[in-house]
């Protein structure tokens, strides 16, 4: 695992239908053990009360076993990005910096007024593709301005998914050390 990554918790928390073997995100958790998966009960419905609920249960499991002196990183993918923003912006403690690649629309969901809409209270980057079909770009970066999230660009990916071909994108990984490093400048989130 990269030096930049050692001092923190990483949480991936998957979209709908969860990320099959070839996702960045499985990839990631293959490369790299250590990473938890957040396991929604039902990952074909699209519930943001419950996701996040779940997104909060695993924060709260894994700090009281497994404690890191940075923090927890969460690496989000679609969904799962309204999931894990809802669940820190109703409580950011423990949380050191949120990776959000490919968020869903919050209107396509009929979520939006149920997530913030002032800046987050941790670094964050929000990666977003040109051509994905479930968040033109242009709302992605209105979300991301609204959070205060640092807007990432990344072309035509589609919805920076395993249909996309990255592999194992070592350009996602480069993100999060960059995350990383900006989550180590401002330290954990306390209570």
């Not at 979209?15 to 009960?41: A, I, K, M, T």
């Not at 033109?136 to 249909?163: C, K, M, V, Y």
Request: proline fraction near 9%; glycine fraction near 8%; aromatic fraction near 8%.
């Amino acid at each position: 695992m990269p030096a930049s990554l050692t001092p923190f918790r990483v949480l991936v928390a998957p979209g709908l239908d969860d990320s099959g073997p070839e996702h960045w995100q499985s990839r990631w958790q293959r490369l790299y053990p250590s990473f938890e998966r957040v396991r929604q009960d039902d990952f074909s419905q699209p519930d943001l009360p419950k996701w996040s609920a779940r997104v909060d249960d695993v924060r709260r499991a894994s700090s009281a076993s497994r404690s890191q002196p940075g923090g927890t990183l969460i690496v989000a993918h679609s969904f799962g990005c309204l999931a894990a923003v809802h669940s820190v912006a109703r409580n950011p403690a423990g949380i050191a910096g949120l990776l959000l690649v490919a968020p869903a629309d919050p209107d396509k969901f009929g979520v939006a007024a149920l997530l913030p809409q002032s800046p987050l209270p941790c670094p964050t980057i929000v990666i977003a593709s040109t051509d994905d079909p479930w968040m033109p770009i242009e709302r992605a970066q209105r979300w991301a301005d609204r959070w205060g999230s640092t807007f990432i660009d990344a072309g035509a990916l589609g919805h920076i998914n395993a249909d996309s071909g990255l592999h194992d994108w070592l350009f996602g990984q480069q993100q999060l050390q960059t995350l990383a490093e900006a989550a180590h400048n401002a330290g954990p989130l306390s209570a």
